[in-house]
C-alpha cells in the first residue's frame, strides 16, 4: 500500500486469517467481470456522494456520505479522525452506524490526547494504512488501542489517511463488529477513492466553520476537487442551470473524441442522440439513468459539435443528476458516463457465437431429417420399379402391361429427380454448379414445359398456357430456367388436387416476371418464411427431398433475380420469380 514517499508500506507479511495483510500483494483483474461490476458500483455511489456534497449543508453532508460508504462497503461503522497537531488531540469529528450498532463516540473518542492511541497515531501520521482481518493479532505495543476497539465490539477494521496539501489531515475507518472481514484491493482502492472526495468536505467543515471559510482555502479545495474531477475513470459532465455545458473532464473528452474549446457551452437539451423523456425527466428534477447508442454520425451532421476522429456509434451507460440548493430550486446538471463499447461488442460477439451455433445444430437436425426422409424417398420408387417389373414379366393382357408401364416410368422420372436434386445440391455447396448464358425466348421455353408436364396431370387439373403471351427475349441460363419453372410446376401437381395449374409471365421495366399459379391447398404465412430453405417441406407426407425450391432460390439469385410464393390456405399458391431482361449480374 502506498506510503507518504508512495512506495508499499507492508503492515505485516503474514496473509493468514485473522492477520495483518499484505494488500499491495493482492493483484486486481482490471479485465474481470469483477472489476467491471466494482467499477460500476463505484461510480453510482460516487454519484450519490457528489450529489450530496453538493446540495446539502456541509456539517450535514459529510454524514450522508458516510451513509453512503457504509452501504457501500456493507460494515457496521464508518468514522472520520481528524488530527490536531498543535494540541496534540484526535477527535473522532464524524461516525455513523448500522441498525443495532451502538455509537460510543461522544463517551470515548472525543478529543482523545494521541498519547491516548500512540500506535495507532504513529502508523497514521507516517501515511501508513492499517488493515485488521482480527483485532487479536494486533501487536503488543497497540494494547491501548486493542481495548478501545474490544469496548466497541470491533471484530475487523481498516483505516486510511486522509491527505490535505500533501500532509496528513486525519483518517476515515470502516468497522466489521458482526463478523470478522478479509479485507481486498478493491476495498482498500475504493476507500482511497472516497477519502479523496470527502477530504474536501473535512477540511471545509473543520477549517473555522462554513461561515468563517476564506476565499483562499476555498480556492484550495476547489483545485483538488478539480484535480480528482480530471483523474475519475469515467466521464463527468457540469452543466449550468439552462443546460449549456461549463466544464468536463478528460474522461469524457477520450469517449466523445473531440476537445474543450469545441464543445464548452453547447446545450445538453439540444444534444440529438438524447432521448427527449430523459431531458424531461431532468428538467423535472428527477435522476436519471439509462444506456444509449451514441451516434457520432447524427453528432456531426447536426452541427452539434465536431468529432472528425470517429465515426461510428458507442454503446454508453449515462447517468443524469438535476443539482439543487436548499430551497430544491435546480441550479445545474450532471451527467457521468461509461463507455461500454468494449465489453457491448464482446456481448454481441458471444450472442453471435450462440445464434451460430444454435444455426449449426439446427442444420445438423435438418440433416438427419432429410438423410432419413432420403432412405426413404429412394426406397419407395425403387420398390415400385422392381416390384412392377416382376409383375409385368408374369402379365400378359397388353391394357395391364401399359399400366404397369406407366407405373414403372413415373417412378423413373422421381428417381431421377431425387439423384438430380442431391447432384445439384452438391454442386451449389461445393459452388460448382455450372451456368451457360445465351439468348433465349421465353415463350418457346415455357411452351416445351407445358407439353412436357401436361401428361402428368391429375384427373380434373388443368396445365394452362395462354399462345397470345408476347415473345420477349432474355440473356439467362436455359435449362436452370427449365429446372426452376418444372420445379415450380411439379410442387403445384403435388398439392393441387382439383382446379388448375396456370404458367404465365409479364414484362416489368427491364425484367420479367414468371409465374406458376395454382388453386390447390396453399400454405401458411409461418411455412411461407421458410419454404426456400434447404430441407424445408411443408408438407412432410409429400414425397420429395425438400430441396428443390432451395436449388431454385439458389440459381435465380446467381442470374440476378429474385424468387418468391404469394398464398393463402384454401385458396391456393403463387410461386413467381424474376429476372433482368439484359445481361444477369453474374455470368458464367
Known sequence: ????????????????????????????????????????????????????????EQGAAIDHALLKVLEFFDVDRVYIGILDEKERMVDFTNEVTCDGILSMREDLLRRLHTEDVPWWIKKISNGEDIILNDIESMPVEACAEHELLKIQNVQSLISIPVFYEGKVRGFIGLDSVKLKRFWTAFDLENLRVFADILSIAIERTHAKGIAKYTEAEKLKSESKFQIIFDKLPWGVELYDENGNLLDLNQADLNIFQTSKNLVLGVNMFKNPNIPKWVNKKLKKGEDVEFRLDYNFNTVNESGYY??????????????????????????????????????????????????ELAKVKEADVLKSAFLANMSHEIRTPLNAIVGFSDIIAETYDQEERQTYLDIIHKNNDLLLQLINDVLDFSKIEAGTLDYHIEKLDIKEICGEIVIANSIKMKPGVNLIFSNNLPSISLMTDE???????????????????????????????????????????????????????????????????????????????????NIGVDSEVGKGSTFWFTLPLNNPKKTA
Open 306 to 355: 465536431n468529432s472528425d476522429n470517429f465515426k461510428g456509434i458507442k454503446h454508453l451507460q449515462v447517468k443524469g443528476v438535476p443539482l439543487k440548493d436548499i430551497d430544491n430550486s435546480i441550479f445545474g446538471y450532471l451527467y457521468m458516463v461509461f463507455d461500454d463499447t468494449e465489453n457491448q461488442m464482446k456481448r454481441e460477439e458471444m450472442w453471435q457465437k450462440e445464434l
Open 1 to 56: 500500500m502506498p506510503g507518504t514517499n508512495g512506495k508499499p508500506i507492508l503492515v505485516k507479511m503474514n496473509t493468514s486469517p485473522g492477520s495483518l495483510i499484505n494488500i499491495s500483494n493482492n493483484e486486481v483483474d482490471y479485465k474481470g467481470d469483477n472489476f467491471l461490476e466494482n467499477l460500476i458500483s463505484l461510480r453510482e455511489i460516487m454519484s450519490k456522494i457528489l450529489k450530496i456534497l453538493i446540495n446539502f
Open 479 to 561: 435449362k436452370r430456367i427449365i429446372q426452376v419453372i418444372s420445379n415450380f410446376i411439379n410442387n403445384a401437381i403435388k398439392f393441387t388436387n382439383e382446379g388448375s395449374i396456370t404458367l404465365y409471365y409479364e414484362k416489368i421495366d427491364d425484367t420479367i416476371k414468371v409465374c406458376v399459379k395454382d388453386t390447390g391447398i396453399g400454405i401458411n404465412e409461418t411455412d411461407q418464411k421458410h419454404i426456400f430453405e434447404r430441407f424445408v417441406k411443408a408438407n412432410t407426407f409429400k414425397q420429395g427431398t425438400g430441396l428443390g425450391l432451395t436449388i431454385s432460390k439458389t440459381i435465380i439469385e446467381y442470374l440476378g433475380g
